[in-house]
């Protein structure tokens, strides 16, 4: 499957934006999908998960309250909304595929997107 993300952008602290992730190919469904973000000379993290059919979905400490994941089957496409943005949100979001488990991390995503930036200033 090829993921194709888009939706980033500049905000100010305070502000919000919507990531979206178009996959193509057959069978969507059938994966675990998650957004994952990389700060410079930070590790990638997983900042939210969420399963098949879309009912269950997990979130980073860090973006509880503030990130929504979800996903439309019909559609093919994962969003992240994100809310009260603050600067330390500020890096490149991936989107993910996996096969395996209700969660995704980074050792079971098989599937990447190619990245987003996003830019809090404060």
């Known amino acids: 499957v090829q993921l194709q993300a888009s939706g980033g952008g500049s905000v100010q602290a305070g502000g919000s934006l919507r990531l979206s992730c178009a996959a193509s190919?057959?069978?969507?469904?059938?994966?675990?999908m998650g957004w994952f973000r990389q700060a410079p000379g930070k590790e990638r993290e997983c900042v939210a998960s969420?399963?098949?059919?879309?009912?269950?979905?997990s979130y980073a400490d860090s973006v509880k309250g503030r990130f929504t994941i979800s996903r439309d089957n019909a559609k093919n496409t994962v969003y992240l909304q994100m809310s009260s943005l603050k600067p330390e949100d500020t890096a490149v979001y991936y989107c993910?595929?996996?096969?395996?488990?209700?969660?995704?991390?980074?050792?079971?995503?098989?599937?990447w997107g190619q990245g987003t930036q996003v830019t809090v200033s404060s």
């Open positions: 969420i399963n098949r059919s879309g009912s269950s979905a």
């Open positions: 993910a595929a996996g096969l395996s488990g209700a969660t995704i991390s980074t050792t079971t995503a098989v599937y």
């Open positions: 190919g057959r069978a969507f469904s059938a994966y675990v």
